[in-house]
């Protein structure tokens, strides 16, 4: 071996990142952390300005550029995938939303066998020791002031969101004043990874201030081709960095390469469902086969609208603009690019069967698709939404013994009785708000789908054919006790069941999909695993109380405007 270290982490993205700065933070352990992306440079415009964040998709230099295999439920479409190739990971290219997810998603991961330390009560904490939550009152107990993450609120003070938030009133809905706070369900401004108008990505907020410290490596343009083992034991990898092979020793070894890569990584390394192992060419070094099982994501349309007044951001798609509004930014970072504009949208019930909210809306002040394809109008706007807790379950399987190949991914979309009727709820819940009065000065038609879209048939028909991924892919590499035969991880060590000084720690370790978006969900995850990697007693428990449906009045933690 001709490197050794007492903890090697792969993966510089948002778990990583955290892991490489808490993990060395007491100078006892040396800690080296290995990306196969590259740096993550400040000069860097489509990482660093927020309204870049179209951009750096698609492109070799920043995406792994991930695809589905054919989906047998929307009509065989390969649905694109992008995953950060940079140091930072995904939170390096995301739409820098900052979303806790609903406190009874943590009850339902408590609930499950083994996992009574990951209810809402446990994980809260480790929420508020991550943030600085610029937006909320500091004697805001349910939020963080002192963290790493700064969070910017809002500000939301284009005119379509203060209509979209009044036109959710008016449907019937409520006001909250944090999403992240005491009451999600409702319609209000959202927290941001953006700070003095650029991009606060985990590696920004935790790794870059951590690698000064001698016990800590971190190298970019590392691909890790394998786990070495030791009988049941990770002694080791082997990586590739410019154009040699390296095998580095360590005392144990973390994965936090992320929903598709960890699960990958672990079946090239021989750890899976042995038969299949067999079936690509791989010796079996433990049959566990609930790894790349349990994949989950979340689903979203664009129901875009004309505007038929000019208070759209629409113009500032024009590149005859950009220059300018490039210039304002690199000098001041203000104006249209200061901002990822997912500044505000709403939480919501669509039926009576569901205790919390399963539909989750982002108002753009703008219609474009994340491949830059504009909408056909001088002024315009769109609303994202997609149900938040599908029952689909899909699956990730290496093709071949070839690292560099990407993995078979089905993620089942729409396969479920539950998930078709969710959507066709999604849409005639945003169109039902869309009508209210609130709206009707700013909203000139629906572009898309357009009025001829209308039955069950129709709207399904529809999403099979436009719908994207939100880009929550996880719950791969699940947490479970080891009578359960899918479950991966220990959730009280995070250790591979059966296996030695191997964990992971990312999105593949979350049982189930929140209901938001996970960036956030996957910092929390890292920061309490630092502590039980590192034999900390665990923070207190902090037993808050949250808004519940039928529990709490429906003004509960309300606000009115």
Known sequence: MSEAYDIVIVGGGSAGSILGDRLSADGEKSVLVLEAGRSDYNWDLLIQMPAALPFPAGKSLYDWKYESDPE???????????????????SSINGMIYQRGNPMDYERWGAEEGMETWDFAHCLPYFKRLENALGSPKDDEMRGHDGPVKLERGPATNPLFEAFFQAGVEAGYARTPDVNGF????????????????????????????????????????????????????KGLTYQRNGRTHQVEAGEVILSGGAINSPQLLQLSGVGDAEHLRSVGIEPVHDLPGVGENLQDHLEVYIQHACPIPVSEQPNLNKSRM????????????????????????????????????????????????????????????????????????SLKIRSKDPKEHPSMVYNYLSTEQDRREWVEAVRVTR???????????????????????????????VKEDAETALHPCCTAKMGPESDPMAVIDPETLKVH???????????SMPFVTNGNIHAPVLMLAEKAADIIRGRKPLEPNHADYYRHGVHSPDAGTITK
Request: no cysteine; hydrophobic share 35%; aromatic share 10%.
């Open 432 to 462: 039902n708000i869309m009508a209210q009065p609130a709206m009707k000065p700013y909203n000139a038609g629906e572009i898309s789908p357009g009025p001829t879209v209308q039955t069950d048939e129709e709207i399904l028909e529809w």
């Open 183 to 234: 009451r999600q369900e409702g319609f209000g401004p959202f927290d941001k990874h953006v700070y003095k108008g650029q991009r606060l990505s985990a590696s920004r907020a935790y790794l870059h201030p951590a690698m000064k410290r001698e016990n800590l490596t971190v190298k970019t343009r590392a691909f890790v081709k394998r786990i070495d083992f030791d009988g049941k034991r990770a």
């Open 72 to 90: 047998p439920y929307m009509n065989g479409r390969r649905v694109k995938h992008a995953r950060g190739k940079v140091l930072g990971g995904s």
């Open 323 to 394: 220059p300018w509004i490039g210039l304002q930014w690199m000098v001041g970072r203000t104006g249209p690019a200061a901002t990822s504009h997912f500044e505000g949208g709403g939480f919501v019930r669509s039926n009576d069967d569901v205790e919390y909210p399963n539909l989750m809306f982002h108002l753009l002040p703008l219609a474009v698709r994340y491949d830059g394809q504009k909408a056909p109008t001088d002024h315009g706007f769109q609303v994202h939404v997609g149900p938040m807790y599908s029952d689909a379950r899909g």
């Open 498 to 508: 059966g296996l030695e000084d191997l964990r992971v720690v990312d999105a593949s």
